[in-house]
């Protein structure tokens, strides 16, 4: 089995290289889109951690909207689920940008493109890395905004699906709670990932095991170990926090791991 990470809020680029039709693949996904929906209905309606956070979402205020989550194609990407969308706000040119309206009008077009291909789940890593250059050089805020998406075509079986909705609904917890901003702050994005592979049972003995990464009698203390490796791939995939993913996960994780909110203790999936 491999090593399927939520990706935190973005999907890296897709590649070709696939010997079906076009056709093919679109009954493929048709099918794959089908089970990966009815894991969202079954999940909504019958597994009590899910029921339990989208409870407490909507008691804190901040109501799951309209097609929260979300199945797609995910192409080759080796993401299971993804949380939150960019939104990039373009500001209005300061007086130095202004002098070069050109260029202002050539980044608004580039802008729109890459929030077509937003739309269209087609972001890539290199949206990203532009998005956060813009916002360095002051051009445009960026905000993340709560939404799930589930890789249908990695899903393995139903409760894989439940295990990444609980992954991914612990990040639109930490969201709502607080002002978190996980895209600029590498210590933020750090915490949310480290409490999601903690709080989701995705580090669960049996899974662990079937990975062939523990064996019983080493499992003592292996939760905590691959919450770490797994909350490190995660944040890595932030160009913001690549470099020192393991420092951050690190420093925040003494904090984060103990931290079982909104459950009173640690769930105990498996
Ligand atoms: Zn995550």
Redesign the pocket.
Known sequence: MDESK???FFLSSPSDGNTQTEQERKEEQKKYKESCDKYILSGLNRNVTIEFLMEKLIGMGCEPPKGFMKCIDCGDKKAGA??GVVEETVLPPSTSVDKDSISMEKFKREAKDRKKRQCQNEATLQDLQKQIKAQNEGKVNLRLLPEIFLCQQHLVNEDHAHQSIV??L??AIDLCRSKMDPINNCIHMAC??IR??NLSGECGAVREMINGRTSLQGFRGHGAECVKRRAVL?VEANPNCTEKAKDYVDAAFERCFKDTFPFDRHPNLR
């Open positions: 939520a990706f935190p993804g949380f992954h991914e612990i990040h949310t990932e999601a592979e995660s």
